[in-house]
């Protein structure tokens, strides 16, 4: 199992860290333009191999994709993150023409590689993977909602004051901090529905904190976060390469499902081996559909800036 992730920077490297401490992937590269920042990081990481009792090896590469070949899947975190104050929105200028060149690339050296996107703004890059090469839908899989379902976790276990493992709760839609729209009528405690414990008024402060829970990080870091992306990211690796059969939301190409066409947005789907193995058809209520109608109207609207 050979993984590829390209953008050596603070989510690249995190995803490379836990993707080699779960020790399930024979091989890791990391790729960057920046001259030797992937080697570098590469060796740092494999400076902790025999710390953390990994066997994964990983190297570094400056630009050479040849150094990629045969990767079974990829993750593209190149392009710039977002600044305290900016929308994801705002970064389509500059990462669109990264990821497209990049994941032309990286198909040319790994004609059947699984694609993994988490530059953003995310739905609109996976869109533009899934307009701009030949790879199949399945094989085009856009990472937020898991991250975003690991901050809901996070803001539900808090306002429950519960352990985080007794919390459960998924986030589909737009990876945006309008765009998204956390499950709140489905969110349990060991089964039991969160709304049974909690007021409305804390229900709604879960659902607020959840959507702009990378905003909140970015303007405490200064930049936007890297741990839980990096962690969100290898579990979808882990999923496809163990053919683990998970389920996570994840932004995939949909053509009628939820009532939507001709666009990536997060949705939940069933990962591995094989990539998106199927997309799951859950009820909503009313509200839920129209806040994901209304989702996809702005990842539709971003989508309109591409020069496709
Ligand atoms: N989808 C998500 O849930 C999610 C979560 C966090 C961050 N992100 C996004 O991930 C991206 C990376 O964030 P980060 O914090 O790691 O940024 P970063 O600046 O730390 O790292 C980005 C890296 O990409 C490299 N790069 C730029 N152009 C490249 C190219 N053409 N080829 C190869 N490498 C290239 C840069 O040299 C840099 O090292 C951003 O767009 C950010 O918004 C997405």
Redesign the pocket.
């Known amino acids: 199992m050979k993984v590829t992730v390209?953008?050596?920077?603070?989510?690249?490297a995190s995803c490379a860290e836990y993707i080699a401490i779960k020790n399930f992937a024979s091989e890791v590269v990391l790729?960057?333009?920046?001259e030797g920042?992937a080697e570098g990081k590469a060796m740092d990481l494999m400076q902790t191999a025999s710390l953390n009792g990994f066997d994964t090896k990983i190297t570094g590469s400056t630009?050479d994709y040849s150094k990629t070949a045969n990767s079974d899947i990829a993750v593209i975190?190149?392009?710039?993150?977002?600044k305290p104050g900016m929308t994801?929105e705002e970064?389509i200028g500059i990462?669109a023409g990264?990821v497209k060149?990049?994941s032309q690339s990286l198909i040319a050296h790994s004609p059947n590689v699984i694609l993994i996107v988490?530059?953003?703004p995310?739905d609109t890059m996976t869109y533009l993977v899934h307009k701009t090469t030949n790879l199949p839908k399945h094989k085009i899989i856009?990472?937020?909602g898991a991250?975003?379902s690991a901050r809901f976790k996070y803001r539900l276990a808090e306002a429950l004051e519960a352990p985080i493992s007794d919390v459960d709760g998924m986030v589909i839609g737009g990876?945006s901090d309008k765009g998204m729209v956390p499950l709140i009528s489905h969110a349990t405690r060991n089964s039991v529905k969160a709304s049974e414990f909690l007021s409305q008024e804390k229900l709604d402060y879960v659902v607020q904190e959840t959507k702009v829970g990378?905003a909140t990080l970015t303007s405490l870091l200064g930049?936007?976060?890297?741990y839980a992306?990096g962690a969100?990211v290898s579990g979808l690796v882990q999923a496809i390469a163990c053919d683990q059969k998970k389920m996570f939301p994840c932004s995939t190409f949909l053509e009628g499902e939820y009532g939507l066409n001709d666009i990536c947005i997060g949705v939940p789907v069933i990962l591995g081996k094989n990539g998106i193995e199927k997309i799951v058809a859950i009820d909503l209520s009313d509200a839920e559909k129209a806040k994901m109608q209304e989702s996809a109207e702005g990842v539709t609207k971003t989508n309109g800036l591409l020069q496709l």
Request: proline letters at 5%.
């Open positions: 390209v953008g050596a920077g603070a989510v690249g790729l960057d333009i920046k920042y630009s975190t190149s392009g710039i993150p977002r994801r970064l990462n990264i060149t990049v988490v530059s953003n995310m856009g990472m937020g991250l975003d990876h990378g930049t936007s976060a890297w992306p969100a």
